[in-house]
């Protein structure tokens, strides 16, 4: 993984169009230098991975860039939130932000987690060993490190990062969201924002998000979604694994160090023996099963049931084998 990239997908779900003249109640006299021109505003609804919607608006000074904008982002595409030549105006603000311990917050809170810093450090950005990377230096600049350091003392290297990646990478990218942790905890001393953003980057670097939806996508494009009877047979078939894994448990406790993959193999051949016809289908789509049961889209109770016999708690770091890539 790249934990520069973005891993969510923003997708447009709603838009509409308004066009306004100077003295109309809702006209933006301070978007355009000329408060007499006309104005054409696009309101772009959208949703970024499985989070909440946003809405966000558009100005345009003619009708056609209006109308070039709407079409090239009917209800469906997808926005691409890419970083492109940062402005003066743009540097202002989120250095701005900064000074005043300002960032986005969302809600939660937990202690100081190591995973941040391993993904900052695979980054390429900061490190345990070396400190601030000279990347981040030289695009925040020696006059503005030293304001840095006045401000915020030994935590100015959070700054320096935090401010790196708001101005240089997508907002739903690891590092962003490894870097807006740390603001939060070392210079906001916000642990509810700071906790939120601890499990979000949980959520991003180890994949559930994006195993969710793409669980989501498969089952769409199966009909499974739209079949009462499938989700019906889904439903059951994910309960008997449920309670076949705790029969395999039972009989060997040990066997659950080897975790949930390993389990639901043996349980499968004694789902498959118990209700020979209710599995011809879906052997196959096992590993869906238990993430779906794992992540709480089968029910709060298989749920509970699952996380009691693995004893599943987020993941604090990587995983060895990304730390050393």
């Given at each position: 993984?790249?934990?520069?990239?973005?891993?969510?997908?923003?997708?447009?779900?709603?838009?509409?169009?308004?066009?306004?003249?100077?003295?109309?109640?809702?006209?933006?006299?301070?978007?355009?230098?000329?408060?007499?021109?006309?104005?054409?505003?696009?309101?772009?609804?959208?949703?970024?991975?499985?989070?909440?919607?946003?809405?966000?608006?558009?100005?345009?000074?003619?009708?056609?860039?209006?109308?070039?904008?709407?079409?090239?982002?009917?209800?469906?595409?997808?926005?691409?939130?890419?970083?492109?030549?940062?402005?003066?105006?743009?540097?202002?603000?989120?250095?701005?932000?900064?000074?005043?311990?300002?960032?986005?917050?969302?809600?939660?809170?937990?202690?100081?987690?190591?995973?941040?810093?391993?993904?900052?450090?695979?980054?390429?950005?900061?490190?345990?060993?070396?400190?601030?990377?000279?990347?981040?230096?030289?695009?925040?600049?020696?006059?503005?490190?030293?304001?840095?350091?006045?401000?915020?003392?030994?935590?100015?290297?959070?700054?320096?990062?935090?401010?790196?990646?708001?101005?240089?990478?997508?907002?739903?990218?690891?590092?962003?969201?490894?870097?807006?942790?740390?603001?939060?905890?070392?210079?906001?001393?916000?642990?509810?924002?700071?906790?939120?953003?601890?499990?979000?980057?949980?959520?991003?670097?180890?994949?559930?998000?994006?195993?969710?939806?793409?669980?989501?996508?498969?089952?769409?494009?199966?009909?499974?979604?739209?079949?009462?009877?499938?989700?019906?047979?889904?439903?059951?078939?994910?309960?008997?694994?449920?309670?076949?894994?705790?029969?395999?448990?039972?009989?060997?406790?040990?066997?659950?160090?080897?975790?949930?993959?390993?389990?639901?193999?043996?349980?499968?051949?004694?789902?498959?023996?118990?209700?020979?016809?209710?599995?011809?289908?879906?052997?196959?789509?096992?590993?869906?099963?238990?993430?779906?049961?794992?992540?709480?889209?089968?029910?709060?109770?298989?749920?509970?049931?699952?996380?009691?016999?693995f004893g599943i708690k987020p993941l604090r770091r990587l995983p060895l084998k990304d730390r050393s890539a």
């Open positions: 993984m790249n934990y520069t990239d973005a891993v969510r997908k923003t997708v447009v779900i709603g838009v509409s169009f308004s066009h306004t003249k100077p003295g109309d109640p809702m006209h933006p006299l301070a978007a355009f230098e000329d408060p007499s021109k006309e104005a054409w505003s696009v309101f772009v609804r959208t949703r970024t991975g499985l989070l909440p919607e946003t809405s966000s608006l558009y100005l345009f000074e003619t009708e056609a860039d209006a109308k070039a904008f709407l079409k090239e982002h009917p209800v469906g595409s997808e926005i691409e939130l890419i970083r492109h030549e940062v402005d003066l105006r743009q540097i202002n603000f989120v250095r701005g932000s900064i000074d005043r311990r300002f960032a986005p917050r969302g809600g939660g809170g937990d202690g100081d987690s190591p995973l941040a810093f391993d993904v900052l450090d695979q980054a390429g950005l900061s490190s345990y060993r070396s400190g601030v990377s000279k990347l981040v230096l030289d695009a925040v600049g020696p006059k503005r490190i030293e304001n840095l350091k006045s401000q915020f003392g030994e935590n100015w290297t959070v700054a320096a990062v935090y401010e790196y990646c708001c101005l240089n990478l997508p907002s739903s990218s690891p590092a962003y969201v490894a870097a807006l942790y740390q603001f939060h905890y070392y210079i906001t001393l916000d642990d509810f924002a700071a906790g939120y953003f601890w499990r979000d980057l949980e959520t991003l670097v180890h994949g559930v998000e994006s195993a969710a939806l793409h669980s989501l996508e498969m089952r769409k494009k199966a009909g499974i979604a739209g079949s009462e009877k499938s989700a019906q047979a889904r439903h059951t078939r994910r309960t008997d694994l449920m309670r076949a894994m705790e029969k395999v448990a039972k009989n060997n406790p040990d066997i659950c160090e080897l975790g949930p993959e390993a389990v639901a193999k043996l349980a499968i051949k004694i789902c498959a023996d118990e209700s020979p016809a209710l599995w011809k289908q879906g052997r196959g789509q096992v590993l869906e099963y238990i993430g779906e049961i794992r992540r709480g889209e089968a029910g709060g109770e298989l749920k509970a049931r699952f996380e009691a016999m």
